[in-house]
């Protein structure tokens, strides 16, 4: 019994407790007192209907099969892409980028070699231009 009152106690009085302590998050960010927003945990409310400063990228073809050549156009939604250095896939398909030629500020075409032995699975494909940061699109092309 004497063990049970200390117990009983404890869940009775942590109901009544109340913190009055300023919440921060882990990098010392205070937490406002607004139970729709959390900083430590997201960027604030859903702005998903504001568009991006950052262009989105499109293969066509996105897809190919082993032993094709494919012709690949890679269109961006604004003039990012410019004189293209190189053009490179990394993944388990071991794609080759046999010849790159400028379609516009917005556009590139790419010639891609697709080995008979292909492993199949998605592939990401590295930009890089001749001024600017590289472009790294994962999952861009894909070997059925």
Known sequence: MRAL?????SFALGGCIVYDEK???????PVPDNPTFNPCTSSG???TDV????PTFTLTPDA????ETVIVFVEADGPVLGDIELARFFGPSDLEVT???????AG???TVEIPANAAPGANDLLL?????AAIFLEEAFFVE
């Open 5 to 9: 009152l200390p117990l009983a106690l």
């Open 23 to 29: 919440l921060v998050c882990d990098d010392g960010t």
């Open 45 to 47: 409310p859903d702005h």
């Open 51 to 54: 568009p991006s400063d950052d």
């Open 64 to 67: 190919g099969s082993p032993g």
């Open 99 to 105: 010849a790159t030629a400028a379609n516009g500020d």
């Open 108 to 110: 590139l075409v790419v």
């Open 128 to 132: 890089e231009p001749t001024t600017g």
